[in-house]
């Protein structure tokens, strides 16, 4: 199983609710990514889990927080939102600790009313 | 600063010819580069990994060079095909010791024309 599954493809989500999305690899990749993207911008890295362990953009706000309950699960929990958070999510994942590309999955379409 | 820039926002050309895309970067010595492809809504797609000490890289009808001294990647497609019309993006590890993380390019928007 070489891919990456993102849920849900698009939320709708107003200012005050609480929702998740979801990520599972089933690759034995032990690093694994969120990214948010805008239109016609590239990809910004959110997060990191490498080995479990979390690496922070420190740009990223609070409303934003992530969870690896395992090496195959990525969880981004988000609360309080802004319209200017809408974008696509995307995670990917990858082998973790050598250079090689990162396999992405197909996002989640988020918009924030 | 640091920064990483790609020769053009869009580049058009005729099928059949070979498509030349240009990632340059600023203040960063990467121990490798990648390129990515990504089409409209979807998430990227990992094409070619090119390390430091090698000067060139081919897939198929793709081939990636690497210049640490100029500081610049370029991203050939032979043969080019309509299909091949997609959003191309490098990106690099911003520090030798992170393989974990990559910084990306703008990206390049290629179109094909049959």
């Known amino acids: 199983d070489t891919e990456v599954t993102q849920t849900p493809k698009h939320l709708v989500m107003g200012m005050t609710n609480k929702k998740s999305l979801k990520c599972e690899q089933h690759?034995?990749?032990?690093?694994m990514y969120w990214y948010k993207q805008k239109a016609k911008k590239p990809p910004e890295l959110m997060f990191v889990?490498?080995?479990?362990?979390?690496?922070i953009n420190e740009s990223v706000p609070s409303r934003f927080s992530p969870e690896c309950p395992n090496s195959s699960l990525l969880n981004l929990h988000l609360h309080a939102l802004q319209p200017e958070d809408s974008a696509l999510y995307l995670c990917a994942s990858s082998q973790g600790r050598q250079a090689t590309g990162q396999f992405f999955g197909p996002g989640t379409r988020l918009t924030v009313l | 600063s640091q920064k990483i820039e790609q020769n053009s926002e869009a580049l058009n050309i005729q099928e059949g010819k070979t498509a030349t895309l240009t990632c340059n970067y600023t203040?960063?010595?990467?121990?490798?580069l990648q390129w990515y492809r990504q089409d409209p809504g979807r998430g990227p797609v990992f094409l070619l990994l090119?390390?430091?000490?090698?000067k060139e890289k081919r897939k198929e009808r793709l081939k990636v060079t690497f210049d640490t001294t100029l500081k610049q990647s370029l991203f050939h497609i032979t043969a080019s095909q309509p299909a091949d019309s997609a959003t191309y993006l490098c990106a690099l590890d911003p520090r030798k010791t992170s393989y974990d993380k990559v910084i990306f390019g703008p990206g390049t928007s290629l179109s094909v024309i049959p």
């Open positions: 690759m034995g990749h032990r690093a």
């Open positions: 203040n960063y010595s990467p121990a490798y």
């Open positions: 090119i390390r430091e000490n090698e």
């Open positions: 889990y490498s080995y479990e362990k979390l690496s």
